[in-house]
């Protein structure tokens, strides 16, 4: 299903939710945030997408290659990015019903308010995104050129 197509609406919609989210977003951190619910989710569709962005604005293969495994490699990342990731997490799995305080809490230490603000709805928008395209089947972008598609 091109879902796109039979709600434009829906798309424009969406559009506008993802646009306001990133605005006063650090880039990097929120690509990261992308890439990480995308993986969690396994929507191919964004992760094609987002790790070409990624790559796109400079990050390193390594890092992009270690963003599943993000609290395990030490410094790779920094205290910011690991708290972004940290509460992407959290708020994709929902395991437990809630954000855990302490995860939120430190969100709260790097990132002001209204940064703070940003980052939730960029996390709540990159998790749309990511149901509707696993839920629509949608081909990653890479493949539907190596298809002719």
Not at 99 to 127: K, M
Not at 132 to 148: D, E, I, M, N, Y
């Amino acid at each position: 299903m091109n879902l796109w197509k039979l709600a434009p609406e829906v798309y424009e919609g969406m559009s506008a939710f993802q646009a306001a989210a990133s605005k006063g977003l650090d880039g990097t951190v929120s690509e990261l945030v992308k890439i990480r619910a995308s993986q969690i989710n396994r929507c191919a569709f964004c992760l094609d997408m987002h790790y070409t962005e990624a790559r796109e604005r400079g990050e390193s293969q390594q890092r992009l290659d270690l963003v599943t495994a993000w609290n395990e490699v030490g410094d790779l990342f920094t205290p910011r990015e690991q708290a972004a990731l940290a509460l992407t997490e959290a708020m994709t799995e929902l395991t437990d019903g809630f954000v855990p305080d302490e995860v939120y809490a430190r969100a709260a230490e790097h990132f002001d308010e209204t940064e703070l603000a940003h980052l939730i709805a960029q996390i709540v928008a990159i998790n749309s995104w990511n149901r509707f395209q696993v839920t629509t089947r949608a081909v990653p972008t890479s493949l539907q050129r190596k298809a002719g598609a």
